[in-house]
Nanobody, 123 residues
Framework: QVQLVETGGGLVQAGESLRLSCAAS????????LAWFRQSPGKEREFVAA????????YYGDTVKGRFTISRDTGKNTAALQMNSLKPEDTGVYYC????????????????WGQGTQVTVSS
């Protein structure tokens, strides 16, 4: 069982940066993938970024590539999402999630979820 808690959301202006953190309790196996998703009202949950827990390979959605960076600290059981050059369309609730079975881009594949943290980017 893995429990996830996201922190770091807030209100920023376009062009600014924000760093989200995800603290995990319980063991995350090296074969697992930790991902960030986001969801805005009326839209489906969108894949943002993912990292393979063991080897650290990273993957990004097209809309955030080059602006966001995902990282993890296996010793502290934490992950982070550094978000730069934020845009109003980045607004949403950001969730971290863990899939024990490997990389998936669909939210339905992830077994463990945090409660989410709100990010609002004003223009």
């Amino acid at each position: 069982q893995v429990q996830l808690v996201e922190t770091g959301g807030g209100l920023v202006q376009a062009g600014e940066s924000l760093r989200l953190s995800c603290a995990a309790s319980g063991r995350i196996f090296s074969s697992s993938v930790l991902a960030w998703f986001r969801q805005s009202p009326g839209k489906e949950r969108e894949f943002v970024a993912a990292i393979r827990w063991g080897v650290g390979n990273t993957y990004y959605g097209d809309t955030v590539k080059g602006r966001f960076t995902i990282s993890r600290d296996t010793g502290k059981n934490t992950a982070a999402l550094q978000m730069n050059s934020l845009k109003p369309e980045d607004t949403g609730v950001y969730y971290c999630a863990v899939d024990r079975n490997g990389l998936e881009y669909a939210a339905s594949a992830y077994e463990y979820w945090g409660q989410g943290t709100q990010v609002t980017v004003s223009s």
